[in-house]
T-cell receptor, first 112, second 114 residues
Framework: AQSVTQLGSHVSVSEGALVLLRCNYSSSVPPYLFWYVQYPNQGLQLLLKYTSAATLVKGINGFEAEFKKSETSFHLTKPSAHMSDAAEYFCAVRYNAGKSTFGDGTTLTVKP | DAGVIQSPRHEVTEMGQEVTLRCKPISGHDYLFWYRQTMMQGLELLVYFNNKAVMDDSGMPKDRFSAKMPNASFSTLKIQPSEPRDSAVYFC????????????FGQGTRLTVV
């Protein structure tokens, strides 16, 4: 069964510090991978996605993620955190045209 | 396009009452998903449709929940009778038919059952 694991349900960084949110998937077949962000009282929205065109994917708001097949990982990074980045982040996998499988989410707190 | 539209945005109801949540997906999207989000359980997939047909409803409590998609532009999620444990935010999402496409989420319906 397809699954995705997000390490760390809560991550706290200082403003200006590196953001690293971890995501690992379990499959021998590389899936399509997505990062979504959810701001308070809103639905999820796409940050970026991996669709096999390039292993380093750039998304909105300065975020990027690197697909590493050998590590079955798709970690999300941002060089310098901003207060407005505080939100919940979800990693998701999709193998076919059906449903996506979401991770449990990581809440990012940015300290001034 | 206006995106995925859900109504109502907020619903407060008494235990035992019927609740109907509504969703209008993005035009042309083949898939429609209903999710429930709570602090304890996180984001749970309740049911999803492909071209109006139910593909998987294993996450949905069948004794009180029912989901319908009578046409390509409208879906409902009904809870009857409602219970306090149904209090959650319910999201509808839609996506095109390709696996490399993302889901587009609505703003959600916050349901409170008292």
């Amino acid at each position: 069964a397809q699954s995705v694991t997000q390490l760390g349900s809560h991550v706290s960084v200082s403003e200006g510090a590196l953001v690293l949110l971890r995501c690992n998937y379990s499959s021998s077949v590389p899936p399509y991978l997505f990062w979504y962000v959810q701001y308070p009282n809103q639905g999820l929205q796409l940050l970026l996605k991996y669709t096999s065109a390039a292993t380093l994917v750039k998304g909105i708001n300065g975020f990027e993620a690197e697909f590493k097949k050998s590590e079955t990982s798709f970690h999300l990074t941002k060089p310098s955190a901003h207060m407005s980045d505080a939100a919940e982040y979800f990693c998701a996998v999709r193998y076919n045209a059906g449903k996506s499988t979401f991770g449990d989410g990581t809440t990012l707190t940015v300290k001034p | 396009d206006a995106g995925v539209i859900q109504s109502p945005r907020h619903e407060v109801t008494e235990m035992g009452q019927e609740v109907t949540l509504r969703c209008k997906p993005i035009s042309g999207h083949d898939y429609l998903f209903w999710y429930r989000q709570t602090m304890m359980q996180g984001l749970e997939l309740l049911v999803y449709f492909n071209n109006k047909a139910v593909m998987d409803d294993s996450g949905m409590p069948k004794d009180r929940f029912s989901a319908k998609m009578p046409n390509a532009s409208f879906s409902t999620l009904k809870i009857q009778p409602s219970e306090p444990r149904d209090s959650a935010v319910y999201f509808c999402a839609s996506s095109p038919g390709q696996a490399n496409t993302e889901a587009f989420f609505g703003q959600g319906t916050r349901l409170t059952v008292v």
